[in-house]
């Protein structure tokens, strides 16, 4: 065990979400009050999954993409002497046909385990990370995760200060894969948020199998790039801050506002909003079909954002064990 100024420090732990759009890492500690403390993190947009929706396999130029960002996740691991590092894989690996190439090279090559994970699993642990997020005066929320190949919707119900996963539903469409079969354009928002409406109306409907989901007493949760976008240029700021966006809250009116004002602007006015930026303008718009369609189906007025997700579910999972 290190220590630094004769103190133990505490051991560090990893969490690596590579997502059909995003290789992301976080680095952390858990504090004395059970917290995360975050040490280190690491982010680069790969597009894994850039035609695999159509192809069925991962392109060799997106393998040798996410290999590089592997390489500079496991240098930060490396250099933080970390111990327990959980990397995971999600939608466009589990459509793969090829995704062991990649998880063989990214052991061999980045010394990174990758473990592919099922929707079940990549539902759960987004639950944990952010149920900490739910409104206290609300019995629940709806939590829904955008990413580049699938959308997770969640019914997360608190009873006794308990919080439980009462539904979830991955579709395995993201804003990469919608927005490669349907163009991504403003010109074609009506039909990808019309295909998504489909997609939530049959899950709405399995899930009012379990119970009531009353709108008044629950909220929307919402953790992705899209969510913290629409967030971001919703509070006016010129540049994406996480510490200014994660855990704020939003009428969806507001939001819905924000949406009308993107599918107004042409691709470079996207690129112009510092929220959007280069990467995100080309898929910024099938995300906010993705929202249309989620707040329509579940018509709650508030959003909760949460600059959370995945990975911050994988390091608490590691704090409980720690404090066993």
């Given at each position: 065990m290190h220590r630094?100024?004769?103190?133990?420090?505490?051991?560090?732990?990893?969490?690596?979400?590579?997502?059909t759009n995003n290789c992301r890492l976080l680095i952390a500690a858990r504090e004395r009050d059970g917290s995360l403390r975050i040490v280190d993190s690491f982010s680069r947009m790969v597009r894994l999954g850039e035609g695999v929706a159509r192809s069925g396999v991962l392109g060799d130029a997106a393998i040798e993409r996410t290999v590089a960002a592997l390489k500079i996740?496991?240098?930060?691991?490396?250099?933080?002497?970390v111990r327990r590092v959980r990397a995971v894989a999600t939608e466009a690996c589990r459509q793969a046909a090829n995704a062991q190439v990649l998880v063989e090279r990214a052991e061999k090559e980045a010394g990174i385990r990758l473990e592919i994970v099922s929707p079940a699993e990549e539902a759960r642990l987004a639950a944990v990370g952010c149920a900490p997020l739910i409104g206290q005066d609300y019995d629940g929320a709806l939590a829904f995760d955008i990413g580049g190949g699938s959308t997770e919707a969640i019914w997360l119900r608190r009873k006794e200060g308990e919080t439980s996963m009462v539904h979830f539903a991955s579709v395995p469409l993201g804003v990469m894969s919608l927005s490669e079969a349907n163009g991504g354009g403003a010109a074609s928002f009506a039909a990808m948020r019309d295909t998504m409406l489909a997609r939530f109306d049959a899950e709405r409907r399995r899930m009012d199998g379990k119970g009531a989901f009353d709108v008044a007493r629950h909220h929307l949760l919402g953790t992705s790039g899209t969510v913290t976008t629409l967030a971001g240029i919703a509070l006016g700021l010129t540049r994406y801050v996480r510490s200014r966006v994660d855990a704020t809250w939003h009428d969806c009116s507001e939001i819905l506002s924000v949406v009308e004002m993107l599918k107004m602007l042409d691709r470079q006015g996207r690129v112009k909003l510092g929220c959007v930026g280069e990467e995100r303008a080309d898929l910024i718009v099938p995300g906010c079909a993705i929202f249309c369609a989620v707040q329509a189906v579940w018509p709650c007025a508030k959003l909760r954002v949460a600059d959370r997700g995945l990975r911050e579910g994988i390091l608490r999972e590691f704090m409980k064990e720690v404090r066993r």
């Open positions: 630094r100024n004769g103190r133990r420090r505490a051991p560090l732990f990893a969490a690596l979400d590579l997502g996740c496991a240098q930060h691991i490396g250099h933080h002497g």
